[in-house]
């Protein structure tokens, strides 16, 4: 460990703030953004990766900025890997009070050739990440986040899982059809539902967000380039939901102007 770890440690006081968050594909673009950003409120972060490497790069960097962050492998497809990330947390901090749901995918947009957008092989592919992924994560560590005083699901959704928003001609996504991606993310949007009100005699809270179209790899090569939003700007409305107070909505959507419809 290096000099400038050491300190970064030793200036962190989990006492101050003992909240410890997940955030599911934690280690590059929006997660890493949230991470970043709940580290800097004082949250112990964990993040969830299948890559390795990639996570140890990205926790070494946001510990050389004062972050509290350490990695779990995790491949949100694979259930063996979803439980065994939830038995270390468990077992390293002793308790989950945030789980941010961000891992996903959108092969419509970066396949290399032209996908058959009915392809049931793309849905299931994208329903396995974007849905199941985030059940598994879910299942695996509720039994955590139902002992925090401050139990926080957030699920990184869209406006194109908006039906509303979809069959509105003045939405600035009304043009895009992407169907399995559109798709998963209503479906993402149903289990926001349905866990708040599973939930609801409990402490944990379970929204949707929807970060807007963020400068990320997700959408492409071009995402980059053309998306309007930084993910540090848009990582904002991920975080103020997953610190939400006592007070706060839960089985809600929301995107940085506020409500969405469903």
């Not at 967000?209 to 790899?217: E, M, R, S």
């Amino acid at each position: 460990m290096t000099t400038t770890q050491q300190r970064n440690r030793t200036n962190h006081d989990p006492q101050s703030d003992p909240r410890v968050a997940l955030v599911t594909g934690g280690n590059r673009g929006l997660g890493l953004a949230t991470a970043r950003r709940l580290g800097r409120e004082g949250v112990t972060v964990v993040i969830g990766a299948r890559d390795a490497d990639l996570a140890r790069a990205a926790v070494a960097g946001l510990r050389a900025e004062g972050v509290w962050a350490s990695a779990v492998p995790l491949d949100v497809d694979d259930a063996a890997s979803t439980r065994a990330a939830a038995e270390r947390i468990r077992r390293e901090h002793g308790r989950l009070d945030i789980l941010v749901n961000n891992a996903g995918i959108l092969p419509e947009a970066t396949a290399p050739q032209v996908l058959d957008p009915l392809d049931p092989d793309l849905f299931l592919r994208t329903f396995r990440t974007n849905v199941l992924g985030a059940v598994a994560v879910t299942a695996a560590v509720l039994p955590l986040l139902v002992h925090s005083e401050r139990g926080r699901v957030v699920n990184v959704s869209s406006r194109m899982g908006s039906l509303s928003d979809q069959l509105d001609p003045a939405s600035p996504y009304h043009a895009l059809v992407v169907p399995a991606y559109q798709s998963s993310k209503a479906a993402l949007n149903g289990l926001t539902v349905a866990l708040a009100k599973k939930l609801a005699g409990t402490r944990v809270k379970v929204n949707s967000v929807c970060p807007g179209w963020v400068q990320t790899d997700l959408g492409g090569a071009d995402n980059r380039a053309a998306a309007p939003t930084a993910a540090e700007e848009a990582a904002k409305v991920v975080v103020r939901a997953a610190l939400l107070d006592d007070a706060g909505p839960s089985g809600g959507f929301f995107d940085a102007d506020g409500p969405v419809p469903w």
